[in-house]
C-alpha cells in the first residue's frame, strides 16, 4: 500500500505538488527562525560568560546586591584560599578571579597635564599569570587592532573606539583615576601598549583591560577581586549543571545573614538573561505554532479542492467496495508522505541558509549604538541537532490534521448516491 501511495503521489503533480511548496515555505522558515534565535542566544550566553558573568559567578552578598555599581570596598578579601576550596570541592571546574572597575582615564601631554580625559570601566584578569586562559576567553589576541598583547606589569590594552576619541597613541601614558578598596582615591600609571575592538558597542565605548596583579596594586586590593568567574572544562554553559553547582556551594559557604559571606549565582539567573532565555523559548514556541496553524488552515483548504478535484475517484473506489475507513487512512498516509518530502526539501533549504548566516552573520551595529548588553554586533545564526528536525513538527503535524479535517467528508458520502453521481 505504501508503494502503491508513494507513486500515486510522486506521478499525480496536481496531487502533491501545492501542499509540498506550502510545507517546504513553512518548513524553511521554522528552521530558520530557529537556527537564528539559537544563534543570538547563544552569543549573548557567551558573551557574557567570557566578558562578565562567567558560567557560575562568585561575589560577597552585599557586592551582588549593588554589582552595577562595581562595589570593590565590598570585593571578596582571601580570594586565593577560596579559589582553593572550589578547586577541590568543584575539580571539573575552572576558577579564575576577575576585578571590574570604573573610574576616568587620563591622558596628559609633554607638561604632564591634562590633554584628554574620559569615563572608563576595566577588567582584570590574569592575562599575564604562566599558562593563563584569560587571553582566550577574552578574545584579546584577535581582538587586536594595534600594538601588542600585555607582556609585562604596568601595561593596558584599550579599546580602539575610546582611543581615537581619547587621540592617545601607542606607547603614551594613560593614568587611571579611582577609588582604591578602602574608599581613597587613587592615581596609577599605566603604558599602552595596544588597543583592541571587541566587536561589542558596551566594551568598544569606554573598555579598558589590565592584568590583575596590576589593578589590585593601584587599588589596594591583595588578595581580594571582584569576583570569581567558575566555567566548566569544556568551556559549554550547562543549565542545570551550573543550578546545581551553586546551590551546593550556597549551602556550604553563604549565610544570608553575612553581607560579606560569598553567593554563587548560575549565567542564567545574571544580566536579565533568565527572562532572555524564557522569552527566546517562548519566541521559538510561537514561531512553530504560527507556522503549523497557517499551514494547517491552507492544507485544509487544498485538502478540501484536492476532494473536490478527485471527487469521482473517491466515488468509484467506494462503489465498487472500498471500506470507507481504508480510503480515509489511505488518504491520511498519502499525507504523511508528502508531508515527510516538503519537510525534508524544507529543512535542507532552512539549513542551507542557516549555515550561510551561522558563518557569514549580519552586522547590527549600528542598531545598538547606545546598547549596553554584552554582545557582538554580528548576530549569527547557530545550527544545532534540534535544527533538523523542528521543521517535521509543523510539515508532518499540519498536513496530517489538514487531510484529516478535510477528509471527513469521505464518511457523509452516502452509496445509494454513488451510481447517479457515476451515470454523469
Same mark, same amino acid.
Given at each position: 500500500?505504501?508503494?502503491?501511495?508513494?507513486?500515486?503521489?510522486?506521478r499525480d503533480r496536481s496531487r502533491s505538488l501545492f501542499p509540498v511548496l506550502v510545507i517546504v515555505a513553512g518548513v524553511m522558515l521554522t528552521v530558520f527562525m530557529y537556527s537564528w534565535l539559537s544563534g543570538v542566544l547563544n552569543d549573548m550566553f557567551d558573551s557574557n560568560a567570557s566578558l562578565q558573568t562567567g558560567h557560575v559567578k562568585i561575589t560577597t552578598r552585599a557586592y551582588a546586591a549593588q554589582s552595577v555599581q562595581r562595589p570593590n570596598d565590598l570585593a571578596i578579601i582571601g580570594v586565593d584560599s577560596l579559589?582553593?576550596?572550589? $578547586?577541590?570541592?568543584?575539580?571539573?571546574?575552572?576558577?579564575?578571579?576577575?576585578?571590574?572597575?570604573?573610574?576616568?582615564?587620563d591622558i596628559p601631554d609633554e607638561n604632564m597635564e591634562t590633554r584628554a580625559q574620559g569615563p572608563t570601566f576595566g577588567i582584570a584578569a590574569k592575562i599575564l599569570s604562566k599558562n593563563s586562559i584569560e587571553k582566550d576567553l577574552l578574545n584579546l589576541e584577535q581582538a587586536i587592532v594595534s600594538g601588542r598583547m600585555l607582556q609585562q606589569s604596568g601595561e593596558i590594552l584599550i579599546?580602539?573606539?575610546?582611543?581615537?576619541?581619547?587621540?592617545?597613541?601607542?606607547? %603614551? *601614558?594613560?593614568?587611571?583615576?579611582?577609588? *582604591?578598596?578602602?574608599?581613597?582615591?587613587?592615581?596609577?600609571?599605566?603604558?599602552?601598549v595596544g588597543t583592541v575592538h571587541f566587536g561589542i558597542n558596551a566594551m568598544d565605548r569606554g573598555a579598558i583591560i589590565a592584568?590583575?596583579?596590576?589593578?589590585?596594586? !593601584?587599588?589596594?586590593? %591583595?588578595?581580594?577581586?571582584?569576583?570569581?568567574?567558575?566555567?566548566?572544562?569544556?568551556?559549554?554553559?550547562?543549565?542545570?549543571?551550573?543550578?546545581?553547582?551553586?546551590e551546593q556551594f550556597n549551602k556550604l559557604y553563604s549565610d544570608p545573614q553575612e553581607e560579606f559571606s560569598p553567593v554563587m549565582v548560575a549565567l542564567a539567573n545574571q544580566n536579565g538573561l533568565a527572562d532572555m532565555l524564557h522569552m527566546a523559548t517562548a519566541g521559538i514556541s510561537i514561531i512553530v505554532g504560527i507556522f503549523l496553524f497557517v499551514?494547517?488552515?491552507?492544507?485544509?483548504?487544498?485538502?478540501?479542492?484536492?476532494?473536490?478535484?478527485?471527487?469521482? $475517484?473517491?466515488?468509484?473506489?467506494?462503489a465498487i467496495g472500498e471500506d470507507k475507513g481504508h480510503l480515509y487512512r489511505a488518504m491520511l498516509m498519502e499525507s504523511l508522505i508528502i508531508g515527510v518530502i516538503g519537510s525534508l526539501i524544507g529543512t535542507a533549504i532552512g539549513l542551507t541558509f542557516s549555515y550561510i548566516m551561522q558563518y557569514k552573520g549580519i552586522d547590527m551595529g549600528s542598531t545598538?549604538?547606545?546598547? *549596553?548588553?554584552?554582545?557582538?554586533?554580528?548576530?549569527? !545564526?547557530?545550527?544545532? *541537532?534540534?535544527?533538523?528536525?523542528?521543521g517535521f513538527i509543523p510539515g508532518i503535524l499540519a498536513t496530517f490534521l489538514g487531510t484529516a479535517v478535510s477528509g471527513i467528508g469521505i464518511y457523509k458520502r452516502q452509496t445509494s448516491q454513488l451510481f447517479k453521481e457515476l451515470e454523469v
Open positions: 500500500m505504501f508503494r502503491f501511495l508513494l507513486k500515486g503521489v510522486l579559589i582553593a576550596e572550589c $578547586e577541590a570541592k568543584f575539580s571539573d571546574m575552572v576558577w579564575l578571579p576577575r576585578i571590574e572597575f570604573g573610574g576616568l582615564i579599546a580602539d573606539e575610546f582611543a581615537k576619541k581619547l587621540k592617545v597613541n601607542l606607547n %603614551e *601614558t594613560a593614568t587611571l583615576i579611582s577609588s *582604591t578598596m578602602h574608599g581613597s582615591t587613587s592615581l596609577y600609571n599605566f603604558t599602552v592584568d590583575l596583579a596590576d589593578i589590585q596594586t !593601584a587599588l589596594d586590593m %591583595e588578595d581580594a577581586a571582584s569576583e570569581v568567574l567558575g566555567f566548566f572544562d569544556d568551556f559549554h554553559y550547562k543549565i542545570k549543571k551550573s543550578g546545581l553547582v551553586s499551514m494547517f488552515v491552507v492544507l485544509w483548504n487544498a485538502g478540501l479542492m484536492g476532494s473536490i478535484r478527485r471527487y469521482g $475517484e473517491i466515488g468509484v473506489r467506494l545598538m549604538k547606545n546598547s *549596553t548588553i554584552l554582545m557582538s554586533n554580528i548576530y549569527r !545564526a547557530r545550527v544545532t *541537532t534540534t535544527s533538523y528536525v523542528i
